[in-house]
């Protein structure tokens, strides 16, 4: 598996790529590095996972079995690529497998019981009224509607465009596709996205 | 400058603009074509729109308790190996039990593999065995061999030091 993850992946950045040396020394047993790499990554794994899946606990699984991979990988890993490029290229391998499995077929549900996932912590005010909160919550619960009506790769591009702020060539490597592709994949969706959220301005 | 909004691989160019990801002077040029043209001013706010309505969507913090149980499926991962073959060590001890053993599972492999031999599989699922092989089958199989080649050098020592 590691070993069709790398491949066809640009190898010039790697040889700078902080991340892949750490992950060469968890390659010599160093359990301390995976522990940084854990670190650094644990969050934007999860948050990528959770904006894919749209299901927390679903998300938090996804993202145990991407570090356990990246783990196991760790005795065949070649720094032939960014090392996040290889991490982000797992998670979406196993997000799209998730939902393709339907293992979220009671999304359309949970969406519509926003009781259920969206806690009062992810208001960004301080103190909202309870208007401001309503207003909020529907915001939302648009938004979400409308990225999870994205085709599946649509949704893996513009989640690491806006919130991995990765560029197009990363995205490119991630989905295994090209630069253009990518660009002709974010333009499409950002359409979609456009005639359902640009109301919202 | 052409309208970039006419063809997607420049399209992409306002989208790096509404990002501003680009460097200040493409944003720039841009901005002054903006400026003047009305379709892409319209492209531009309503990307900002969604923008603004993304960045609205915060993710929930990440479980206090996600890393111990990453570790505890590390761990059940490492030893799932060892605890398969526990029972069998103290067959190695008494090598002569273990022999025994070894000759019939040889045997038993053997029959079977003659047994299945007349059934040609088919191309498309050899090729997804191959591809489902985990590098850590790999280790935990040269491991077992390791292990078989230990124990005949023991077996071989034990009958030398008999002779």
Request: hydrophobic share 45%; net charge negative.
């Given at each position: ?12 950045t ?11 020394r968890?390659k010599e ?6 522990g ?22 679903v998300?938090e ?7 356990l ?9 070649e720094p ?27 999304l359309?549900?949970r ?12 208001v ?11 207003v909020?919550?529907?915001r ?10 994205l085709?599946?790769k ?13 560029e197009?060539?990363?995205i490119?490597?991630v ?10 994949l ?10 359902r ?5 | 400058?052409?309208?970039p ?17 680009l ?16 379709e ?14 993304l ?8 479980s ?22 526990r ?15 070894a000759?019939v ?20 699922k ?12 790999v ?19 034990s009958?030398?030091?008999k002779?």
């Amino acid at each position: 598996m590691p070993e069709r993850v790398s491949k066809g992946m640009g190898g010039a950045t790697a040889a700078l790529d902080l991340d892949a040396e750490l992950m060469l020394r968890v390659k010599e047993g160093d359990g301390a590095s995976f522990g940084v790499l854990l670190d650094k990554h644990r969050s934007s794994v999860v948050h990528f996972l959770y904006r894919m899946v749209q299901n927390h606990a679903v998300a938090e699984e996804l993202a145990q079995e991407v570090f356990l991979r990246v783990y196991r990988s760790r005795s065949t890993y070649e720094p032939t690529a960014k090392f996040t490029t290889w991490l982000f290229r797992i998670a979406t391998h196993l997000a799209l497998n998730s939902l393709r499995d339907g293992k979220n077929e009671r999304l359309q549900e949970r969406l519509d019981d926003d009781s259920n996932d969206m806690p009062v912590r992810q208001v960004r005010d301080v103190r909202p009224s309870v208007e401001q909160s309503m207003v909020y919550q529907a915001r939302l619960h648009e938004v979400r509607q409308a990225i999870s009506a994205l085709p599946e790769k649509q949704r893996a591009a513009v989640l690491m465009h806006k919130y991995e702020e990765m560029e197009y060539s990363q995205i490119a490597r991630v989905l295994n596709c090209s630069e253009s592709a990518v660009k002709s994949l974010l333009f499409r969706a950002y359409e979609t996205l456009r005639a359902r959220l640009a109301h919202m301005a | 400058m052409n309208c970039p909004l006419h063809d997607r691989e420049t399209a992409a160019q306002l989208l790096g603009y509404c990002a501003r990801k680009l460097d200040t002077e493409s944003q720039a040029i841009l901005e002054r074509h903006i400026a003047v043209c009305p379709e892409c001013l319209k492209f531009a706010e309503s990307q900002r729109a969604v923008w603004e309505a993304l960045e609205a969507w915060e993710a929930e913090p990440v479980s206090a308790d996600f890393d111990r149980r990453l570790y505890r499926r590390i761990e059940e991962d490492g030893t799932w190996w060892d605890r398969l073959v526990r029972p069998l060590r103290p067959l190695v001890r008494h090598w002569n039990v273990a022999a025994s053993a070894a000759g019939v599972f040889v045997l038993l492999a053997a029959g079977l593999l003659l047994n299945q031999r007349p059934a040609v599989p088919e191309a498309a699922k050899d090729t997804a065995q191959v591809e489902q092989v985990q590098p850590e089958q790999v280790e935990h199989a040269l491991d077992a061999m390791d292990m078989l080649a230990d124990f005949n050098r023991q077996v071989k020592a034990s009958a030398d030091a008999k002779m």
